[in-house]
């Protein structure tokens, strides 16, 4: 285990005792900002990395180097510059059988799974526009400690800094982007978009974002996402087709708003279906990684969430905020 803080450290070695019953050893315990390198050395297969999305690239980087295998949570990077690093990184483990999962769940969810089957198979007809929500209220805090530096508050906080981050546009909002682009099946050319901040007082991130980014054949995929408390909220995604529509989750509609397909989910003792899997995608992502380990076929899913993760960055936007582009 590795982290910038001790507290941090103990607080998950205390978890993994207590619910999973396994004691990891103070000498497998590494602490500091190099901590990561520490770790390195050790005998492992496969390496998480979980720490504010800023420091990813260069952690995905190291894991390479040492030939580990990655679980790696979205984002992968804040910036164009770590996009590059981490897509370079994900051609070295590709080279070297590596397999390597990140946190897109959907991914990994057999509800949107059999889903995008329906629509690959053509049951909306040819797809000609999308859209997305993330809209939620904010999300923690911490407040500043005077025994605390500067930098330490940021990292604690990492959720509120874009440079630690990447602003919530990429932080949250690109699991609805890498839905839509895993199910039109490429990803978008331009995009024009705003944001604002007028709530927040906490951090340097905006509150919202307005994008309609454009895919080729003129497909347009208009992306919303907000972090403002007491609002209507609503979290996600509609692909439209010239012969019907879906919600990407668990259902493709008509075009008059009747339903043709539906998932099946699982069934209660009494023949019900409940609205739910039989296996937490959240799990169903790190089955999914040990299962290519342990049968020698990798799987490298780093390429498709830094197309993910670039699609939101402003350079895109044509808009231009405070020393650096939006997002």
Request: charged fraction near 25%.
């Amino acid at each position: 285990m590795a982290d910038v803080f001790q507290d941090r450290v103990d607080a998950c070695r205390k978890q993994i005792k207590e619910k999973k019953g396994i004691d990891v050893s103070p000498d497998k315990c590494f602490v500091g900002i190099d901590s990561f390198e520490k770790l390195m050395e050790c005998d492992l297969d496969v390496v998480i990395l979980a720490t504010p999305p800023h420091f990813r690239p260069q952690h995905f980087e190291a894991c390479v180097k040492a030939k580990k295998h990655v679980f790696m949570e979205k984002p992968i990077a804040v910036d164009p510059v770590g996009v590059r690093s981490v897509m370079v990184s994900a051609e070295k483990a590709k080279m070297l059988g590596l397999s390597v999962v990140t946190g897109t769940i959907k991914r990994h969810q057999q509800d949107y799974i059999e889903t995008f089957k329906q629509v690959n198979k053509g049951a909306i007809g040819e797809i000609v526009s999308a859209n997305s929500y993330y809209n939620v209220g904010k999300l923690w805090h911490r407040n500043p400690r005077a025994d605390w530096s500067e930098l330490e508050n940021m990292i604690r906080n990492w959720v509120n800094w874009c440079w630690l981050s990447g602003d919530h546009i990429v932080e949250q909002h690109v699991h609805n982007l890498d839905t839509v682009n895993w199910f039109v099946g490429k990803h978008p050319e331009k995009a024009l978009g705003f944001g604002a901040r007028h709530q927040r007082i906490t951090g340097d991130q905006y509150d919202m974002f307005s994008v309609d980014f454009v895919y080729d054949k003129d497909i347009h995929y208009h992306s919303m996402c907000r972090q403002i408390n007491d609002c209507s909220n609503s979290v996600s995604d509609r692909i439209q087709g010239s012969k019907g529509f879906t919600n990407c989750e668990n259902s493709i509609f008509d075009l008059d708003g009747s339903i043709k397909w539906t998932f099946e989910y699982p069934k209660k003792g009494t023949g019900k279906n409940i609205s739910r899997l039989q296996t937490n995608p959240f799990d169903q992502e790190h089955i999914d990684l040990v299962t290519s380990i342990r049968t020698n076929q990798a799987i490298n899913e780093a390429f498709q969430i830094a197309e993910s993760t670039n699609r939101n960055y402003g350079k895109s936007f044509g808009l231009y905020r405070q020393g650096g582009y939006l997002g």
